[in-house]
């Protein structure tokens, strides 16, 4: 039974084969016969070349160390002409399918094209590879994907277009006889640009970075990881949840989660982790002694703000308010700074403002509250504490907190390293460092994030391997859901703290998404870091 089931299905695959050879045989017998009895200087007159579209090489995104964000995989495309040597080696490795496919356009006697699993050498085939981009890479959102014309239509992909878009195609050129007919014998040719390489854009993502910061922002259900080079700003990692593959974009274009929207770059409600922003505002005028006893709750004109220990903190110093998270102080403490300075402050750190990454690749503005609208002390008491008409991405709490590990500088967060055209290699100008505040201040600042984590709200921040400093952050939305207002959660920091190399950034838009804290996923980050195989952000 097996037998006579292999040898029908042998018999009718071969079949098919032998009756597309022995049609194109005749042809080329009758060819042959007329080249034979023409004057030769006729043929040659009549010589002409077909060309055979096999595909589009378009220039690649690269990680820090040159390896491939996009053009990650390789397909192999042969051009295979109607002779029956070419057929007989192509119904040896396609699937029936696929070979039935090709026997059909063989029969009207022109080359034609299809993907193989291997190269195939063999008389009357040409293999070429051609680079092409998986659906689902790393930093998807940052790094963008291109339309069925292989053109760009988000971030580095549609930023980068002049340099990552070849227009011309990849072809095979096959000499033909005055009728279009394969002249065999003659080698092909192949035309156009095949490497991706001599057009590129270098990014500063590190490839094992992104790796952690994908893994770990899963367990945000909806929000970002940000991980930056304290020194520089340079991004390192850049994920955004929930991420999508490049094959269902129409089918997610509706979807409630908004997988497309690229939530490292978009403005949100900021609350707690501004805080270090209005404590050094007042280091820098004087206040770092200021002390105010939490009783849980202040009236400012006719309105009771509270904080969230309900029971109050009792008599805070600057570094146990920041450590405990307290407001009231805050309210107080932004009160007694006054809003220039920390307007000032914050803008100078710019928050307010669209940040450029590279060429064509910016932040979303987010938003300060008018210095008018500051003047009421409500107002003024809620921007204290990092609420009310203020928003930032979370790509723009880098400068901040880039600023208080590089004692008190900071570089404007980038994503470019360099861009190639044409083979040559231009690098990507960061610009220079901004000093905001004095060294002391940073100091005083690290000393206070440091006991978030020892002895504050940060406690499951804490990572194994190396010490760390940050502070955490509840944000109030203004949405709601079911009766209930929708919270943020977030969670800034660097490590070490003696020497920072990293500033991460987790930003979670609905805790109830949640499945680990912004906290509990900035300690799992630290200690993979930190372990051997993850390579360090150089100096």
């Avoid at 040559?424 to 006991?451: D, R």
């Amino acid at each position: 039974m097996y037998d006579k089931q292999f040898w029908g299905y042998f018999s009718k695959r071969s079949l098919i084969c032998f009756i597309v050879i022995i049609a194109l045989l005749f042809s080329c017998i009758l060819r042959t016969a007329k080249i034979a009895t023409s004057n030769y200087s006729e043929v040659q007159k009549n010589f002409s070349s077909l060309k055979i579209k096999i595909g589009n090489t378009r220039g690649t995104i690269f990680d820090c160390n040159k390896y491939p964000l996009t053009n990650n995989q390789k397909k192999i495309i042969a051009c295979i002409s109607p002779t029956p040597r070419a057929i007989t080696a192509i119904s040896q490795i396609l699937s029936d399918e696929a070979l039935e496919t090709v026997l059909e356009q063989l029969k009207n006697g022109k080359p034609v094209t299809c993907q193989v699993p291997e190269k195939i050498n063999c008389d009357g085939i040409v293999c070429t590879e051609i680079y092409t981009t998986s659906p689902t890479i790393p930093a998807i959102h940052t790094v963008g994907y291109t339309d069925t014309d292989n053109k760009g239509v988000i971030g580095i992909q549609k930023a980068y277009e002049e340099i990552l878009y070849n227009d011309q195609d990849v072809t095979v050129r096959l000499a033909c006889d005055g009728k279009g007919r394969v002249l065999s014998g003659v080698e092909p040719e192949i035309l156009g640009e095949t490497s991706p390489y001599n057009n590129a854009v270098v990014t500063t993502i590190d490839i094992n970075i992104q790796n952690i910061a994908d893994q770990e922002a899963k367990n945000l259900g909806l929000g970002s990881v940000v991980i930056a080079d304290a020194k520089t700003s340079k991004i390192r990692a850049i994920s955004s949840v929930p991420t999508f593959n490049t094959t269902e974009i129409s089918e997610l274009l509706n979807e409630e989660t908004t997988p497309l929207f690229n939530r490292s770059l978009a403005a949100y409600n900021v609350g707690s982790v501004f805080k270090p922003c209005v404590a050094a505002a007042g280091i820098e005028n004087g206040y770092s002694a200021f002390r105010y006893t939490c009783t849980g709750s202040l009236q400012i004109i006719d309105r009771i703000f509270k904080c969230h220990e309900h029971l109050g903190h009792g008599n805070m110093d600057l570094n146990y308010a920041i450590a405990k998270s307290c407001n009231t102080y805050f309210y107080n403490f932004g009160l007694k700074v006054g809003k220039n300075e920390l307007l000032d402050l914050a803008s100078n750190l710019n928050f307010g403002k669209a940040i450029k990454l590279g060429e064509g690749v910016f932040t979303a503005k987010g938003s300060l509250p008018k210095e008018e609208k500051l003047k009421n002390i409500a107002h003024l008491a809620n921007f204290s504490i990092g609420q009310g008409d203020f928003t930032a991405s979370p790509v723009s709490l880098l400068p901040l907190y880039c600023a208080i590990a590089n004692d008190g500088q900071y570089y404007l967060p980038s994503i470019i390293e360099s861009t190639i055209k044409n083979g040559k290699e231009e690098k990507y100008n960061i610009g220079s460092p901004t000093k905001v505040f004095e060294k002391e201040t940073a100091q005083k600042l690290k000393t206070a994030l440091e006991l978030v984590i020892s002895e504050g709200t940060g406690a499951l921040a804490k990572p194994k391997n190396v010490n760390a400093a940050g502070k955490t952050a509840t944000a109030q939305t203004g949405k709601f859901r079911n009766g209930v207002e929708i919270n943020s959660s977030w969670f800034c920091g660097f490590l070490p703290i003696d020497n920072p190399q990293y500033v991460i950034i987790i930003f979670c838009e609905d805790t109830k998404k949640q499945t680990k804290s912004c906290a509990e996923i900035f300690s799992n980050i630290a200690d993979l870091l930190y372990q051997e195989n993850v390579s360090q952000i150089a100096n």
